[in-house]
């Protein structure tokens, strides 16, 4: 039976109490407050610092030694809720870190053990730290400018480490042959490298909630996992926000994030959107000067080849999901000697991200499809004991005919008149047509959360706007009225994601017609997918005002994708990806060739989160041993169905494997979706 760490991790510290619906769930990936931050910059770095001579924050030594050690180029220690890189100011970071060090390993982030794990061998009680792996947090320094080495300044990358083995006793404290484990504490053969996509999402809070699972499922536990915060995002430095707080971009986001199909004029809210967006990068040029030249995924690509050498690995084996993909096919080919085991999920096609809006018609047809086939389709398969919108409401059966016709009548009804809501915490609330589908869509990325979702449109149906509500509020505001004014946490890096798409697309000249163009573009991609159109439009139309602030990037790649690597790659795409349909993968592998190999991914959700033996077999055999399938493309499909999940066949009394209330549900589906789109978050308009 697994245990829980011993902690909470950093980037999720617990809460006094209930978790507050207005609290942007994005903002719960950002780590520790502004407190943590004024300390590290203000820490007294009159003396020069000695790694050797730090006995940690109480003067004690652990157990396990003293951190950082020497030499450590990610300058690792124990994770605690204080772990954040120090300032870009400090002028002696690596003493400001050191001072971080916490001495008592029970104040350490580790991961979860059995049972067994804490038995020796003549039935005595073992270490509640034995067979167990631990969280290390670090940061590493790059230029942040590789094109002008005149140009000192650097980026501070966070990192996140769960390393396997756990760490090994110090000398002085081992005890019998229980502290002489030799493989305890060391690195393992290779390192698993992971970046969840966005752009904008966390790779450090994807390495709290995944590496356990993902080194289970990729390497049967053998490898350890590295997650970083791409440049500008999360606790990496310089960070990138344009708003002081995120209630004042919250300010603004009721009137700019309004879809098309509830304006009364859309021309008049285009207009509207564009000057916000101008005003938007207006300031983040007075804050932030020119560091936005600096965030392309060419640039990434280079931060990732020097994570590469830090770790000390003669190739970068990897797991990299949604754009993180992105960054992967423009390292590869930026340095294709360098390429080791890569496994691309959710495959992009960076060629279209060079386009004017590129990003964001990529995908519209796969969101309908995934509504359509999916979560209608598969909720009428399940039958009513799974899926409550099959239950039937007249003596007719339900069919995916009448299914769609009656949530059609239900979204559509919210164009002429939103319905009322209420919640405790927030008092009057509507049920908005844009809330409401910005919320569809989301869900489209994750079909676990889709009986949550099906249970809430059931009791709209009827009237009821209780769960509604509630599910819309969760990432309302960033604003917290019980919390200090001004609020005490710093801003989310949202604007980051606009930044890196329309860096990326710089060149890209905009055809001519000016507004009535972009007018026409919104008007055709809400009209070809009506549940995505408006979320990916608002991906790609502020980027018509980026070369107003900075007219070049520092890099961009505009390079082939074929180039001979040292080992292929993995790709792996799905059929009902709202985001990166399976046609990416298969273009991108028709242009890599004999580079890369392609499992075609039959499932749904976003990645290959739809569980498939099929699949998991190849990447892990792949990590481990270096095999790629001999054919270009391989079909997988998922395990089981949606609504069914846990379900066994013939067993009409399962409610499959979620126990969870429909809100759990729901609030871990938003947290999955910060990290892999956070920009697509619904908002409540």
């Known amino acids: ?383 009513p004991q799974h899926c409550a919108l099959a239950k039937q409401l007249s003596s007719e059966p339900v069919t995916l005919k009448s299914l769609e016709n009656r949530m059609h009548t239900l979204v559509s009804s919210l164009i002429e008149r939103p319905l009322p809501g209420y919640t405790e915490f927030s008092g009057p609330s509507l049920i908005t047509y844009s809330a409401l589908v910005g919320a569809l869509y989301g869900s489209m990325y994750n079909a676990e959360s889709w009986p949550a979702l099906a249970q809430m449109l059931f009791e709209l149906e009827a009237g009821n706007t209780t769960m509604a509500a509630a599910m819309l509020e969760r990432v309302a505001w960033g604003y917290d009225p019980t919390l200090p004014s001004p609020p005490n946490k710093r801003p989310s890096s949202e604007e980051l994601g606009t930044l890196v798409i329309c860096a990326d697309s710089y060149d890209a000249k905009e055809p001519e017609g000016g507004m009535d163009w972009w007018e026409n573009l919104w008007k055709n991609m809400t009209e070809r997918s009506w549940i995505a159109g408006n979320s990916r439009f608002s991906n790609v139309f502020p980027c018509r005002h980026f070369t107003k602030y900075w007219p070049e990037p520092a890099e961009v790649y505009r390079g082939d994708l074929n180039h001979t690597l040292k080992h292929p790659v993995l790709l792996i795409a799905e059929t009902y990806d709202p985001a990166t349909p399976l046609r990416n993968g298969r273009r991108l592998l028709k242009e890599m060739g004999a580079n890369a190999r392609l499992i075609a991914h039959h499932g749904y959700g976003h990645s290959s989160r739809d569980k498939s033996n099929c699949t998991d077999s190849i990447a892990k055999r792949f990590i481990l041993e270096g095999v790629v399938p001999d054919e270009q493309e391989t079909a997988c499909y998922a395990n089981e169905k949606p609504y069914l999940y846990g379900v066994k066949k013939g067993d009409a009394s399962a409610t499959g494997r979620k126990t969870q209330s429909a809100m759990e549900i729901w609030d871990e589906h938003l947290a999955e979706l910060a990290l892999l789109s956070p920009a697509l978050l619904p908002k409540r308009m």
Request: glycine content about 10%; proline content about 8%.
């Open 1 to 383: 039976m697994e245990k829980e760490p011993l902690v909470e991790h950093p980037a999720d510290p617990p809460a006094p109490g209930p978790p507050r619906p207005r609290r942007r769930i994005s903002k719960l990936l950002v780590g520790a407050g502004l407190a943590i931050l004024v300390l590290l910059a203000t820490v007294d770095s009159k003396l020069p610092f000695r790694p050797h001579l730090c006995r940690g924050r109480h003067g004690k030594d652990s157990p396990f030694g003293r951190f950082p050690r020497s030499g450590d180029p990610f300058h690792f220690i124990p994770c605690t809720d204080r772990t954040i890189p120090p300032a870009l100011e400090d002028p002696n970071p690596l003493r400001s870190w050191a001072r971080l060090f916490d001495p008592d390993p029970a104040h350490w982030n580790w991961g979860n053990a059995s049972a067994a794990d804490h038995e020796g061998g003549h039935g005595h009680l073992r270490s509640p730290f034995s067979g167990r792996g631990i969280y290390l947090c670090g940061y590493l320094d790059v230029p942040l400018d590789y094109t002008n080495k005149s140009d000192e300044r650097i980026a501070r990358l966070a990192v996140t480490k769960f390393q396997v083995s756990g760490l090994a006793p110090h000398r002085r404290h081992r005890r019998g042959r229980h502290g002489d484990d030799n493989k305890a504490g060391k690195k393992s053969e290779r390192t698993l490298v992971i970046e969840p996509g966005g752009p904008g999402g966390s790779g450090t809070s994807m390495a709290w909630r995944a590496s356990e699972g993902i080194t289970k499922r990729l390497s049967d536990g053998q490898y350890d996992v590295l997650g970083w915060d791409p440049r500008g995002v999360n606790t990496s430095l310089p960070a990138i926000s344009c708003f002081p707080f995120d209630a004042d971009r919250d300010h603004w986001a009721l009137r700019s994030g309004q879809y098309r199909e509830t304006s009364p004029s859309p021309r008049a809210q285009l207009e509207f959107v564009d000057a916000m967006s101008d005003s938007v990068f207006n300031a983040c040029y007075k804050q932030h000067g020119d560091i936005p030249r600096f965030m392309t995924t060419a640039i990434v690509a280079r931060d990732l080849e020097e994570i590469r050498k830090a770790l000390a690995e003669d190739e970068l084996t990897g797991y990299l999901v949604s754009y993180g993909t992105g960054i992967g096919q423009t390292y590869a080919n930026m340095f294709p000697n360098s390429v080791g085991r890569m496994i691309l999920d959710g495959t992009e096609y960076v060629r279209d991200h060079r386009l004017v809006g590129g990003f964001g018609w990529t995908a519209l047809d796969n969101g309908t499809n995934a509504w359509h086939d999916g979560f209608l389709g598969e909720c009428v398969n399940a039958g």
